[in-house]
């Protein structure tokens, strides 16, 4: 093992301890449909579900009072209730996520994971719980020179976007003019924004409904382009090997179980309190909702 290699490890290890002992929840229900299956341990005992999560993200994943909070939190305690196990909940920074997963220090990825090709070659993804897309941000008093979306990619314009996100993709194939602006967090990115150091900020559905939906605290100083740039799915994301495998198949029952009794959409509409957008071609698109099996 190289020294990186060993200082990464040693990061992921330290990491992993301090965050089992701030953020954990406990649930009991079903405990002995937990016990039978295999993929809960495999020697009898109900093995705790161990939870990669970047709070980094509100709605979806965000830290509020220190504590965790957001749309994967109230997933995964829905979760355990439903599957009978033990939550242990791990936050890291963003891009330690599928690092952590693959080398089996943790579960399953819940962090509002958009499905991609490239991120399927590493994980196994479940079926989407929420369908959602890239969207922009940007400062209230500019919202009607910027409110075409085609005005992004013009000369002189700043373009913010997340590190290692599926905005930051989206604004390398089509930005050629705009200068592409990296952030390590959501939160430097829209402070940059109102401090009119970039242009626009460019990152998940949720994110926008989050900052400019109809919430108390909304950020007055910004407004969202309700028109997606892309369409995404979010999931969560578990080993490629058998007992990923089989996990995967109890996550999506109980997934189905959630949407069934509607507890899904109580949780979405909890976090995400906007009736529709409009997509690029201008058709209806119903939000926040569940992703449609596939």
Same mark, same amino acid.
């Given at each position: 093992? &190289? ?59 965000? &830290? ?10 109230? +997933? ?61 941000? @940007? ?21 913010? @976007? ?39 900020? @460019? ?25 997606? +740039? ?18 995967? &198949? ?26 529709? @957008? ?6 209806? +698109? ?9």
């Amino acid at each position: 093992m &190289e020294r990186g290699q060993r200082r990464e490890a040693a990061w992921l290890g330290a990491a992993l301890v301090a965050a089992c002992v701030s953020w954990s929840f406990a649930a009991t229900a079903r405990a002995a449909e937990a016990a039978a299956d295999p993929s809960a341990g495999g020697s009898g005992a109900v093995q705790p579900l161990r939870v990669g999560l970047s709070p980094g993200y509100p709605p979806l994943a965000f &830290e509020k009072n220190g504590k965790p909070a957001g749309i994967e939190v109230d +997933l995964s305690q829905l979760l355990a209730t439903e599957l009978g196990i033990t939550l242990q909940v791990f936050p890291m920074p963003f891009d330690k996520l599928i690092p952590t997963l693959t080398s089996g220090k943790v579960d399953v990825i819940m962090s509002g994971l958009s499905v991609t090709k490239e991120r399927s070659k590493k994980v196994l993804f479940t079926r989407p719980f929420l369908r959602v897309g890239q969207m922009a941000l @940007v400062r209230a008093d500019d919202v009607k020179r910027a409110s075409d979306p085609a005005a992004m990619d013009v000369s002189g314009s700043e373009v913010g @976007v997340k590190k290692g996100t599926t905005g930051e993709g989206w604004a390398g194939r089509n930005l050629k003019v705009a200068k592409i602006v990296p952030f390590p967090t959501v939160e430097e990115g829209t402070a940059a924004l109102r401090a009119g150091k970039i242009d626009y900020f @460019v990152h998940d559905a949720p994110t926008v409904w989050r900052l400019t939906g109809r919430f108390d605290d909304r950020d007055e100083a910004l407004a969202g382009i309700y028109r997606p +740039l892309t369409e995404e799915h979010l999931a969560w994301a578990v080993r490629r090997d058998a007992q990923g495998e089989a996990l995967a &198949e109890r996550l999506n029952a109980a997934l189905a179980r959630l949407e069934a009794s509607g507890k899904l959409q109580e949780v979405l509409d909890r976090w995400i309190p906007v009736t529709k @957008v409009t997509v690029a071609g201008g058709d209806p +698109l119903p939000s926040p909702a569940p992703a449609t099996a596939r």
